[in-house]
């Protein structure tokens, strides 16, 4: 099992806006990541899909155009879901199962570009997100438009998966493969039916701890989230508890990866942009 992270855009947001003590003159170039898990059994499994064309182009609610122009994110063209596949010898069409760990437009926008894949997520997160009114996701920054029409068809809900004790100290989890390679681990508070995955089988052992935090120094603040965490999600006690439980799953020797962190991974795909 290999396990690699493209960077599919890049966000300019002051440090201060990410890090309780950070700086408001210090700008941060945040990434956009994905992970791409070449699996023994399933080959590459996409995990999240990063922001994509289909923010800027097509047919978009007021709500998604409004969006994407106060985040201005600037897309990595070499880290689209196609070409980071291509670079690692896939097609898109190789890639049979996709894990959604939450529904914000920068997890799901390219999703479209994979209609045969089977989506790996929370059924009853994604069930209330397309049963409710357009200006509560507005509110929550969920764009139902960026989702393909048959998706409930190709869902398979992490809640049947069989329950497995994840490594060091994240408790229970969800066996995604049924084989060890994936755990999926509740991290409520930033989005509804948030979860990470922990790689169990990597060493030091791993876990995508997903959006919990946009940056490494804030999982060391335990009692304050930082001005976007307090704007975007959706239960601040929650969130802060998840971000103390990655902590301390970090200082019990377990490695952190974020979504957004600007700091470069082993896990980073080589791409020009991140020059
Ligand atoms: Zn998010």
């Given at each position: 099992?290999?396990?690699h992270f493209?960077?599919?855009?890049?966000?300019?947001?002051?440090?201060?806006?990410?890090?309780?003590?950070?700086?408001?003159?210090?700008?941060?170039?945040?990434?956009?990541?994905?992970?791409?898990?070449?699996?023994?059994?399933?080959g590459p499994?996409?995990?999240?899909?990063?922001?994509?064309?289909?923010i800027?182009?097509?047919?978009r609610?007021?709500?998604?155009?409004?969006?994407?122009?106060?985040?201005?994110?600037?897309?990595?063209?070499?880290?689209?879901?196609?070409v980071?596949?291509?670079?690692?010898?896939?097609?898109?069409s190789?890639?049979?199962?996709?894990?959604?760990?939450?529904?914000?437009?920068?997890?799901?926008?390219?999703l479209?570009?994979?209609?045969?894949a089977?989506i790996?997520?929370?059924?009853?997160t994604?069930?209330?997100?397309l049963n409710?009114?357009?200006?509560t996701?507005?509110?929550?920054?969920?764009?139902?438009?960026?989702?393909?029409?048959?998706?409930?068809?190709?869902?398979?809900?992490?809640?049947g998966?069989?329950?497995?004790?994840?490594?060091?100290?994240?408790?229970?989890?969800?066996?995604?493969?049924?084989?060890?390679?994936?755990?999926?681990?509740?991290?409520?508070?930033h989005?509804?039916?948030?979860?990470?995955?922990?790689?169990?089988?990597?060493?030091?052992?791993?876990?995508?701890?997903?959006?919990?935090?946009?940056?490494?120094?804030?999982?060391?603040?335990?009692?304050q989230?930082?001005?976007?965490?307090?704007?975007?999600?959706?239960?601040?006690?929650?969130?802060?508890?998840?971000?103390?439980?990655?902590?301390?799953?970090?200082?019990?020797?377990?490695?952190?990866?974020?979504?957004?962190?600007?700091?470069?991974t082993?896990?980073?795909?080589?791409?020009?942009?991140?020059?």
């Open positions: 099992m290999k396990l493209a960077n599919s855009a890049f966000i300019s947001a002051p440090e201060r806006a990410v890090q309780p003590d950070g700086r408001w003159r210090t700008t941060l170039g945040l990434r956009v990541r994905y992970g791409i898990l070449v699996h023994p059994q399933h499994v996409l995990i999240d899909t990063g922001y994509s064309k289909d800027f182009e097509g047919t609610s007021f709500g998604l155009r409004a969006y994407a122009a106060a985040f201005g994110p600037v897309l990595a063209q070499d880290g689209q879901t196609e980071a596949l291509n670079q690692l010898g896939f097609a898109t190789d890639v049979s199962k996709i894990i959604i760990t939450h529904f914000h437009a920068d997890h799901v926008s390219a479209r570009r994979f209609p045969q089977e790996i997520t929370d059924l009853s994604l069930t209330t997100i409710r009114g357009g200006f996701n507005l509110r929550h920054g969920i764009f139902p438009e960026l989702l393909p029409h048959d998706l409930l068809h190709r869902v398979v809900d992490i809640a998966s069989p329950i497995a004790r994840a490594p060091l100290t994240l408790g229970i989890g969800r066996d995604l493969f049924e084989d060890g390679s994936v755990i999926a681990v509740d991290l409520p508070g989005a509804e039916g948030h979860f990470g995955l922990c790689f169990p089988q990597l060493d030091p052992v791993l876990l995508y701890a997903c959006d919990v935090q946009w940056v490494q120094a804030a999982l060391a603040m335990p009692r989230l930082p001005l976007l965490g307090r704007i975007v999600s959706k239960n601040k006690r929650d969130a802060l508890r998840s971000s103390r439980k990655v902590a301390e799953f970090q200082r019990a020797g377990g490695m952190a990866l974020l979504c957004h962190d600007p700091a470069l082993p896990f980073d795909l080589e791409q020009l942009s991140n020059d």
